[in-house]
């Protein structure tokens, strides 16, 4: 009786998490839309970190790429300073298309680089993969 209850309750919640997930992912795309509405500059939906997206224009993608200075130590104890690169400088435009998980037009009134249904679909459901891959793997983790 026990096991039943707990296979009942673990499919709950796995439900529920999945339900979270894809209303992550409408939210995540209703807001680079809003944003593409007001700034007219193309935008995109990337994992971020322990599961959550993040929603990028091309400027950012671009900083990103270039790097950070961050000030750091050398073994000897003295200051310095290095470049943290937050993405691959080698990463083109299609790299970030292939990666994302939603795309905005490039300019507002763009009627050929809109992504459709079909891929909308298909890259809704490689969130959900990717989603339950993290949880799971926060859950191996404890």
């Not at 680079?32 to 929603?55: D, I, R």
Request: positive net charge; aromatic residues 10%; proline residues 3%.
């Amino acid at each position: 009786m026990k096991k039943i209850i707990n296979e009942a309750v673990t499919f709950v919640t796995n439900v529920i998490k999945l339900r979270v997930a894809r209303l992550r992912l409408r939210y995540a795309s209703y807001l680079a839309m809003e944003k593409h509405k007001a700034t007219g500059k193309q935008y995109f939906v990337l994992p971020y970190s322990n599961g959550k997206l993040k929603v990028l224009s091309t400027d950012e993608i671009g900083a990103m790429k270039k790097g950070v200075r961050v000030k750091a130590r050398t073994k000897d104890g003295k200051p310095t300073t290095k470049k943290v690169y937050m993405m691959s400088p080698k990463a083109t435009h299609l790299d970030v298309i292939r990666e994302c998980f939603y795309y905005t037009p490039f300019s507002l009134g763009d009627k050929r680089y809109v992504i459709t249904e079909v891929e909308k679909s298909k890259k809704a459901r490689e969130w959900i993969e990717y989603a339950n891959y993290i949880r799971t793997k926060r859950i191996t983790k404890r």
